[in-house]
């Protein structure tokens, strides 16, 4: 098992930053890829970003590619999510997860944390 602790979320006007931390606890952390999700309301929960096991490779969806960076401190067990730019649009309760299988939006991702809401204020 592992368990997932989202925080950093809150609310900002659009154009500024926040950072997100999910702080992992139970099997090695290290040893897993680690995604970013949100849900928006009355819509599906959406892939966000992920990040590999070292850190040394990532993907983003394209409406966050160039203002949202993922990062990971496995030393800390810690993903971050540094968002940047921050649009109205991109309110939602986000989440982190852990990749089971395959890569990006199409992998399998389970033992999901409880979300760190964030909203963007116009």
């Known amino acids: 098992q592992v368990q997932l602790v989202e925080s950093g979320g809150g609310l900002v006007q659009a154009g500024g930053s926040l950072r997100l931390s999910c702080a992992a606890s139970g099997r090695t952390f290290s040893n897993y890829a680690m995604g970013w999700f949100r849900q928006a309301p009355g819509k599906e929960r959406e892939f966000v970003a992920c990040i590999s096991w070292r850190g040394s490779s990532t993907d983003y969806a394209g409406s966050v590619k160039g203002r949202f960076t993922i990062s990971r401190d496995n030393a800390e067990n810690t993903v971050y999510l540094e968002m940047n730019s921050l649009k109205p649009d991109d309110t939602a309760v986000y989440y982190c997860?852990?990749?089971?299988?395959?890569w990006g939006s199409g992998g399998k991702y389970d033992y999901w944390g409880q979300g760190t809401q964030v909203t963007v204020s116009s």
């Open positions: 997860a852990v990749q089971i299988t395959g």
